[in-house]
T-cell receptor
Framework: LAKTTQPISMDSYEGQEVNITCSHN???????ITWYQQFPSQGPRFIIQ???TKVTNEVASLFIPADRKSSTLSLPRVSLSDTAVYYC???????????????FGSGTRLQVQP | EAQVTQNPRYLITVTGKKLTVTCSQN?????MSWYRQDPGLGLRQIYY???????DKGDVPEGYKVSRKEKRNFPLILESPSPNQTSLYFC??????????????FGPGTRLTVT
C-alpha cells in the first residue's frame, strides 16, 4: 500500500504561513494527492487536491514537484482556528488489481499559538 | 444540502449483541468507505465499496461486515461486537475512485462502546 510520511507535529503563531510536507514515494501514476483537516471528534474535511505543480484555493495552496514523491500543503496566515490535525492521502500503487483501498498516514498535529 | 449521515451517533452495547451502523449519502457518489479511528492509530479503513454490490476489505476488516444494495446506503455490521471494537467510526463517500481522485466527504462519526 502507498505509504505517506508527515511530521508528527508542528507549532506556529497566528498570522504566520505554515508549510506541511508529506512524503509519498510510491504514489500511483494516476492518483491525486489529497489533504484533509480534522478537528477533535469530527470527521476529516477535504482541504485541497492536486496532481502536479501548484494548486490554490481559498483555503490553502498545494505544491507538488515534478517527481510527485512529495507534496507541501501551505496555509497562509494561520489563525487559532487552524489548530487541527492535517492528513495527506494518496492511493494504492500496486499493479492495477482494481483495488482502491486507502491508507491515511498518521497526520500532522498543528498547534497555532496567539 | 450535500451530506453523509450516520446513525446512531453514540452507542453503548454489550459483547456479542449484533449491531448495525447506518450510513447514507445524498450526492450520488459511487465510492463509499468505513473507517475507524483510535487514539494514536489514526484513521484506518475497514471496508470500502466502489459501487453497488462491489465491496472489498480495507486494512482492518476483521469482525465487520458491509453491504451495498443501494448506491446511497452503506451499512456497517458488527455480528458479534467485542470490546476491542470500541472506537470512533466514520463513513465517507466520494464521487468515484477510478480516476485516482479521493475527495471524500465524511459523516459526523459514531462513537461505539462495547462493554
Amino acid at each position: 500500500l502507498a505509504k505517506t510520511t508527515q511530521p508528527i507535529s508542528m507549532d506556529s503563531y497566528e498570522g504566520q504561513e505554515v508549510n506541511i510536507t508529506c512524503s509519498h514515494n510510491n504514489i500511483a501514476t494516476n492518483d491525486y494527492i489529497t489533504w484533509y483537516q480534522q478537528f477533535p471528534s469530527q470527521g476529516p474535511r477535504f482541504i485541497i487536491q492536486g496532481y502536479k505543480t501548484k494548486v490554490t484555493n481559498e483555503v490553502a495552496s498545494l505544491f507538488i514537484p515534478a517527481d510527485r514523491k512529495s507534496s507541501t500543503l501551505s496555509l497562509p496566515r494561520v489563525s487559532l482556528s487552524d489548530t487541527a490535525v492535517y492528513y495527506c492521502l494518496v492511493g494504492d500503487r500496486a499493479k492495477d488489481t482494481g483495488r482502491r483501498a486507502l491508507t491515511f498516514g498518521s497526520g500532522t498535529r498543528l498547534q497555532v499559538q496567539p | 444540502e450535500a451530506q453523509v449521515t450516520q446513525n446512531p451517533r453514540y452507542l453503548i452495547t454489550v459483547t456479542g449483541k449484533k449491531l448495525t451502523v447506518t450510513c447514507s449519502q445524498n450526492m450520488n457518489h459511487e465510492y463509499m468507505s468505513w473507517y475507524r479511528q483510535d487514539p494514536g492509530l489514526g484513521l484506518r479503513q475497514i471496508y470500502y465499496s466502489m459501487n453497488v454490490e462491489v465491496t472489498d476489505k480495507g486494512d482492518v476488516p476483521e469482525g465487520y461486515k458491509v453491504s451495498r444494495k443501494e448506491k446511497r446506503n452503506f451499512p456497517l455490521i458488527l455480528e458479534s461486537p467485542s470490546p476491542n471494537q470500541t472506537s470512533l467510526y466514520f463513513c465517507a463517500s466520494s464521487l468515484s475512485a477510478n480516476r485516482g481522485s479521493y475527495e471524500q466527504y465524511f459523516g459526523p462519526g459514531t462513537r461505539l462502546t462495547v462493554t
